[in-house]
């Protein structure tokens, strides 16, 4: 018996695998931004640099913002979309292929406090749940594929 047509097999069989490639990738960015948008709609905001520090990378990212935070709250919200903003701007920057990793890095001196609803001070916080708790559920809920 001899086959023939296997050159053409192959390629079909390469171009599946492409495609399917390109299909996750997709999905992982999806998940991505959603848990992203979730961070920056649940993190508390006074200056907006804890937002502004979320990178997203293929290697961790360890680089901090310059610059001394707000002390105050007084533009806190209004600081909000931009901090969104450059955020997302982040989510572009990463390859999202199935063999890559992907990094979400925050590098904010408030991140930790953020996250136990410590900041700015004890008592003032103005969310009191885990905040990455709160953006993982969200983007599980919007992505079931994603464990």
């Given amino acids: 018996m001899k086959l023939v047509g296997l050159g053409a097999l192959d390629k079909a069989l390469k ?7 390109l299909t996750l990738a997709e999905k ?8 992203v948008q979730e961070l920056a709609i649940n993190i508390p905001v006074w200056s907006g640099r804890t937002i502004e520090s979320i990178r997203i990378a ?20 209004q600081n909000r979309a ?3 903003a450059e955020a997302l701007a982040q989510v572009a920057k990463a390859n999202y292929m199935p063999e890559r990793k992907v ?9 930790g406090l953020v996250e136990i609803a410590q900041a700015p001070r004890p008592g003032a916080a103005r969310n009191k ?4 708790q709160l953006a993982i559920a969200a983007m599980k809920a919007k992505h079931p594929y994603v464990r």
Avoid: C, M
């Avoid at 171009?15 to 490639?21: A, G, L, M, T, Y």
């Avoid at 990094?103 to 991140?111: D, G, K, N, R, V």
């Fill in 15 to 21: 171009k599946h695998i492409k495609d399917f490639k």
């Fill in 28 to 35: 992982r960015r999806l998940a991505i931004t959603t848990l």
């Fill in 58 to 77: 293929n290697s961790p990212v360890y680089a901090a913002l310059q610059g001394a935070p707000s002390p105050t709250d007084s533009l806190g919200e």
């Fill in 82 to 84: 931009s901090a969104t």
């Fill in 103 to 111: 990094f979400l890095t925050i590098h904010s001196e408030a991140w």
């Fill in 129 to 132: 749940a885990v905040v990455s």
